[in-house]
């Protein structure tokens, strides 16, 4: 039959081995919420940089057509008008 000396160190020793299985599973939910937190994070800020860029470049299409058809307007007028100075 077991001693109950041996019951009580078997028993503490399952104690502390749930305790470490207990931890380690808290550590590895705690690391998984930061993955996520942070995968949330980095989405939103490509997201934003991406639409800053898209902005950019529409401001720059936006600038290339005005300057395009002011040219087309005094080349229109230029036309109109052959004996005017510049």
């Known amino acids: ?18 305790r470490r299985w ?7 939910c705690a690391a998984l919420i930061l993955f996520v937190v942070s995968s ?5 800020w490509e997201r934003m ?4 860029r898209a902005q950019a470049v529409m401001s ?6 005005q300057a395009r058809d002011n040219q087309a307007r005094v080349n229109a007028q ?8 510049r």
């Open 60 to 65: 720059q299409a936006v600038i290339e057509a």
């Open 1 to 18: 039959m077991t001693e109950p000396k041996d019951l009580l160190l078997v028993n503490e020793q399952l104690r502390r081995a749930k």
């Open 22 to 28: 207990k931890a380690l599973a808290l550590a590895a």
């Open 49 to 52: 940089r991406f639409k800053r």
């Open 40 to 44: 949330f994070v980095v989405a939103a």
């Open 78 to 85: 230029r036309a109109a008008n052959p004996g005017k100075p």
